[in-house]
Structure formats: structure tokens, C-alpha cells
T-cell receptor, first 114, second 112 residues
Framework: QKEVEQNSGPLSVPEGAIASLNCTYSDRGSQSFFWYRQYSGKSPELIMSIYSNGDKEDGRFTAQLNKASQYVSLLIRDSQPSDSATYLC??????????????FGKGNQVVVIP | EAQVTQNPRYLITVTGKKLTVTCSQNMNHEYMSWYRQDPGLGLRQIYY???????DKGDVPEGYKVSRKEKRNFPLILESPSPNQTSLYFCASSNRGAHEQFFGPGTRLTVL
């Protein structure tokens, strides 16, 4: 089974600071990577996708991918209280019959302190 | 409005009493999937369906059944629920091969 690791504990950041989240994955053949945001008691929603090495920016969010080191990260700039949520790293399984299969990490909780 | 709906949203039941959680999507997606989410374990796939009448097991299928008789519906069936199936359940859908999965609002199930 493909593994996606998010090992950091809850992350508390002051409002306006940068929140940095990391994720590592086990399958070197993985090509597609995603960050989902999940508010408490709500369903996950896609906020970023990245497929190539390097950085991808979307508003205050930046996803970074390093396939050689098998990690993907998410930076949240100018953190706002509304960013307080759990962030799930997801990797598309490159093999198998399920073409849409995603392997999820356990998530990192972010708390933005006003 | 494009959406995935689940019913019921909350359910408390007793061990052994058969139940069905419905899932419906209005986006004409071929692919649908069920997940359960537990503290410390993250999202784990239960079953998925690539299209009508095509279903297959995910990572944790024991104790669950599904059916896909219509494209829009993908019910999750617990024939004999047990307390270890107490969890938060999400249905998701997407176009086949697409990257984004759209999640339903979740069903919180408690089995006593």
C-alpha cells in the first residue's frame, strides 16, 4: 500500500505569519499531488494540485514538489484565522485498477492565532 | 448546484441492525468512492466504482457492501454494523481519470 506521511503535530501560527506543511510519499512513480483543506466537521476540499517539480502558487498558497526527495509541501502566506483547518496531503496512485485512487496522509492541523 | 449529497448526516444505531447510507451526485461523474475517516488514521477508502455495475474493494472493505445500479447513486450498506464501524463517512465523485474528487458533506455514524 502506498504511504503518505504527514508527521508534524498541530501547527500554531500567528496571524500574518507563514504556515509550512510537509508531506512525504513512498512511491517514486507517483506523478500527481494534492492538498485538501478540511474544516472541523466538514468535508475535504481541494485547494492545490501540483504535478511538476518546483513551486506552484495560487493566491496565498504555494505548493512545492521535489520528486527526487519524494516530498511535497504547502506554504500558506499571510495566514488568516480562516486558514485554521486540517490540511490533507493526497497522492494519486500511479498503479492499479482504480484510476482515480488517492492515498491520503493523516493530515496536519493548523491553528492561526489572531 | 453541482454537489454530492449524503443521507443521513447523523445516525446512531445498535449492533446488528442493517443500515444504508445513500450517496447521490448530480455531476454525471463515472467514478464514485466511499471513505471512512477516523482520528489518527486519516481517510481510508472502503469501496469505489468506476461506472455503473462496476465496483471494487478499497483498503478497508470488510463489513461493508455497495451497489451501483445508477450512475448518480452509490449507497453504502452495513449488513450487520458493529461498534468498530463507528466513524465519519464520506462519499466522493469525480470524472474517470480526473484529478479532483468532490466530497459529500459526511455521515457521522455511531454504532452502540
Amino acid at each position: 500500500q502506498k504511504e503518505v506521511e504527514q508527521n508534524s503535530g498541530p501547527l500554531s501560527v500567528p496571524e500574518g505569519a507563514i504556515a509550512s506543511l510537509n508531506c512525504t510519499y513512498s512511491d517514486r512513480g507517483s506523478q500527481s499531488f494534492f492538498w485538501y483543506r478540511q474544516y472541523s466537521g466538514k468535508s475535504p476540499e481541494l485547494i492545490m494540485s501540483i504535478y511538476s517539480n518546483g513551486d506552484k502558487e495560487d493566491g496565498r498558497f504555494t505548493a512545492q514538489l521535489n520528486k527526487a526527495s519524494q516530498y511535497v509541501s504547502l506554504l500558506i502566506r499571510d495566514s488568516q484565522p480562516s486558514d485554521s483547518a486540517t490540511y490533507l496531503c493526497a497522492v494519486k496512485d500511479p498503479e492499479g485498477l482504480d484510476l482515480n485512487r488517492l492515498a491520503f496522509g493523516k493530515g496536519n492541523q493548523v491553528v492561526v492565532i489572531p | 448546484e453541482a454537489q454530492v449529497t449524503q443521507n443521513p448526516r447523523y445516525l446512531i444505531t445498535v449492533t446488528g441492525k442493517k443500515l444504508t447510507v445513500t450517496c447521490s451526485q448530480n455531476m454525471n461523474h463515472e467514478y464514485m468512492s466511499w471513505y471512512r475517516q477516523d482520528p489518527g488514521l486519516g481517510l481510508r477508502q472502503i469501496y469505489y466504482s468506476m461506472n455503473v455495475e462496476v465496483t471494487d474493494k478499497g483498503d478497508v472493505p470488510e463489513g461493508y457492501k455497495v451497489s451501483r445500479k445508477e450512475k448518480r447513486n452509490f449507497p453504502l450498506i452495513l449488513e450487520s454494523p458493529s461498534p468498530n464501524q463507528t466513524s465519519l463517512y464520506f462519499c466522493a465523485s469525480s470524472n474517470r481519470g480526473a484529478h479532483e474528487q468532490f466530497f459529500g458533506p459526511g455521515t457521522r455514524l455511531t454504532v452502540l
